[in-house]
Nanobody, 123 residues
């Protein structure tokens, strides 16, 4: 059984940093494209960043490129999202997700999801 567990969310001020973690179990990490998504109240879930499956290259949404960095530790089956220079518009519930093989920025194509972790950014 696959489990994805996010942690690291919290309340910060604009300009601060946070690092989110996603611990994965029940899947072979290297067989999956792993991504971060977020959802603010009243808005659709949106793509934030992801590792592609085969090359391991990273992809970012325009809104976070240059401020957020995705990384992973395959030995720990854990993925991270370092978020710097946070803005109030970054506030959302952040989810990690796994998609077998090919990467996608469409949230509905992902196979497994974590429960989410809340990020709140005060101005």
């Amino acid at each position: 059984q696959v489990h994805l567990v996010e942690s690291g969310g919290g309340l910060v001020q604009a300009g601060d940093s946070l690092r989110l973690s996603c611990a994965a179990s029940g899947l072979t990490f290297s067989n999956y494209a792993m991504g971060w998504f977020r959802q603010a109240p009243g808005k659709e879930r949106e793509f934030v960043a992801a590792f592609t499956w085969s090359s391991g290259s990273t992809i970012y949404a325009d809104s976070v490129r240059g401020r957020f960095t995705i990384s992973r530790d395959n030995s720990k089956n854990t993925m991270y999202l370092q978020m710097n220079s946070l803005k109030p518009e970054d506030a959302a519930v952040y989810y990690c997700a796994a998609k077998y093989r090919m990467y996608s920025s469409n949230y509905y194509s992902y196979d497994y999801w974590g429960q989410g972790t809340q990020v709140t950014v005060s101005s």
